[in-house]
């Protein structure tokens, strides 16, 4: 069983487009990431929820926004896509919210902005 | 801020040798927790290893080991009887309990160092 999956495994599209990826942990947690690996694999931060509540909200274009349907999901929504915004991404869950537990990572989506 | 040290991008060791990876970090935390992940090739992100600051006896995993001096905000990662299996990127990652000033919930990652283990 996986425990952390997230859909797409790739994603290629153009500038300018709005995309999506999804993320399920059938763990329990009810905390959940997500981080951007850019193309020097430096691995940064982005969002937090715990309990499909926004927790942590690290400097991030608005053209970024999680939704937490419920504290198994946590999406990724980016409107307007750049050039920049290439990199994989990985979504995370933990059991606690101040992550001293272990962060199980899902398998990451490279996302290729052409 | 937080900072995160890996001061080797990569590495390379014979098969059953033993490597040792460095990281050290900036932090005015008293108390916080220091990981060891491994990426492989895969680009799955799998945790090898962590340590309380509280405790100051070392961590060990079956191969893996760290050497950590909280005086030195040093936190090395030993890998004895490398293995094929070892190469990946290792990431050294703090978190803090932000409690502090400019302390924090993040986990806040190291720059990788790339160990490639060879037959």
């Known amino acids: 069983d996986t425990a952390v999956s997230q859909t797409p495994k790739y994603l290629v599209t153009q500038m300018g487009n709005d995309k999506s990826i999804k993320c399920e942990q059938n763990?329990?947690?009810?905390?959940m990431y997500w981080y951007k690996q850019d193309s020097k694999k430096f691995l940064k931060i982005m969002f937090s929820?715990?309990?499909?509540?926004?927790?942590i909200n690290e400097t991030v274009p608005n053209r970024f926004s999680p939704k937490s349907p419920d504290k198994a999901h946590l999406n990724l929504h980016i409107n307007s896509l750049e050039l920049g915004d290439s990199a994989v991404y990985f979504c995370?869950?933990?059991?606690?919210?101040?992550?001293?537990?272990?962060?199980?990572f899902g398998p990451g989506t490279r996302l290729t902005v052409t | 801020a937080q900072t995160v040290t890996q001061s080797q991008p990569e590495m390379s060791v014979q098969e059953a040798e033993t490597v040792t990876l460095s990281c050290t970090y900036d932090?005015?935390?008293?108390?916080?927790?220091l990981f060891w992940y491994k990426q492989p090739p895969s680009r799955q992100m799998i945790l090898v290893i962590r340590?309380?600051?509280?405790?100051?006896q070392n961590a060990t995993e079956n191969r893996f080991s760290v050497n950590f001096q909280k005086a030195a905000k040093s936190f090395s990662l030993k890998i004895s009887d490398s293995q094929l299996g070892d190469t990946a990127m290792y990431f050294c990652?703090?978190?803090?309990?932000?409690?502090?000033?400019?302390?924090?919930?993040?986990?806040?990652f190291g720059k990788g160092t790339k160990l490639t283990v060879n037959p």
């Open positions: 990652a703090f978190l803090g309990e932000g409690l502090t000033q400019g302390g924090s919930e993040k986990l806040v």
């Open positions: 340590q309380e600051a509280y405790k100051q």
């Open positions: 932090t005015s935390e008293n108390n916080y927790y």
């Open positions: 995370a869950s933990s059991q606690d919210r101040m992550g001293r537990a272990e962060q199980y």
């Open positions: 929820y715990n309990n499909k509540e926004l927790i």
């Open positions: 763990l329990g947690h009810d905390t």
